[in-house]
């Protein structure tokens, strides 16, 4: 039986790939696209969620716009466009859907998800966390119905990418980051420590350009993009991480990495404000509501990440 799994994105460009992983996993029943801010305003990265199903085929599931800043200031800060492109895709022009966003909100999308499949239900963030903040807060017995929720976001062992302690994502609403961690909600964290591990080259783009289909070139253009903008900015990694996919191939395969089980905060003040870090007041609780990835198998994901890619091409 599929898993059934809720991806939460701000639709840049390692979401489109995270997207793509999943299209092209036959064991995944894919609800839904909840819609957030961060690479992109909410409303760019709706149409982007909705422009790529339909480029690759599934202009069936559903996308639901989400909160679109943080919980606690009404602006956000964009990354610089030299990363994702202007419009999120690595200035990458692909038609728009004929379809509409819904109108249920994204929160009441995940509520009535958590209601309907329990255990069932992976929730798969690889933006900011208010739109699960947000859920928790309005119907906070989710936090125990809910199977489990496998984050990008954060670092414990190295350093964060906004500067040395913070990572992007977090960065966004580290007070939404903070209570969904602290809530007892079942959270693996799959952040910086391991997905600057997992780096895509220009050589596995190319063999998305020999598959020439209208999906394949536009993995492979916006991917090059995205690649140049490493080469940029990130020249010692020789390739551009790949974040957010690997959030949806361990929710799909929790064998990719190995954990640390921990109970984590994030820092919402002083100087180091956005630190993913254990949380000393939990730290001899023998429960642990969270796993951190520290290790991940590259060359397994590598393999799995371009076959599912390249299936959801064809």
């Given at each position: ?31 839904g ?12 990265g ?67 998800s ?24 309005r ?77 394949s ?35 799909i395969?929790?064998?990719?990495v ?53 299936a959801?091409?064809?």
């Amino acid at each position: 039986m599929a898993k059934k799994m809720i991806l939460d994105l701000d639709t840049g460009v390692d979401d489109t790939l995270a997207l793509s992983y999943t299209l092209g996993s036959p064991d995944i029943d894919l609800l839904g696209i909840s819609g957030t801010y961060g690479n992109v305003v909410l409303k760019q990265g709706l149409r982007n969620s909705l422009a790529v199903l339909s480029l690759l085929g599934h202009p069936e599931i559903p996308v639901y716009p989400g909160i679109d800043h943080p919980s606690d200031k009404d602006e956000f800060l964009t990354p610089s466009a030299d990363i994702h492109g202007k419009n999120g895709i690595g200035e990458v022009v692909i038609p728009d859907s004929n379809k509409e966003p819904e109108t249920t909100s994204a929160v009441d999308f995940i509520i009535d998800s958590v209601k309907t499949y329990g255990k069932d239900l992976v929730y798969v963030p690889t933006g900011p966390l208010t739109n699960l903040d947000a859920a928790i807060k309005r119907a906070p017995e989710i936090v125990d119905q809910i199977g489990q929720v496998v984050l990008m976001g954060g670092a414990l062992t190295v350093c964060g990418n906004v500067n040395p302690w913070e990572e992007a994502n977090i960065s966004q609403d580290p007070e939404a980051a903070n209570r969904v961690f602290r809530s007892g909600i079942p959270a693996k964290m799959i952040g910086l420590d391991v997905t600057l591990q997992t780096l895509l080259t220009k050589k596995e783009t190319q063999q998305w350009r020999d598959m020439d289909t209208p999906g394949s070139r536009f993995l492979a253009d916006m991917t090059d993009f995205y690649i140049g903008a490493y080469a940029k900015f990130h020249p010692h990694l020789h390739g551009c991480g790949l974040h957010d996919p690997l959030a949806a191939a361990v929710a799909i395969d929790p064998t990719f990495v190995k954990t640390l089980p921990m109970n984590m905060q994030v820092d919402v003040d002083g100087p180091t404000r956005g630190r993913t870090i254990g949380d000393n007041t939990r730290l001899n609780d023998p429960r642990k509501t969270m796993e951190v990835a520290v290790q991940v198998d590259v060359p397994r994901f590598l393999r799995e990440f371009m076959s599912r890619t390249s299936a959801a091409c064809r």
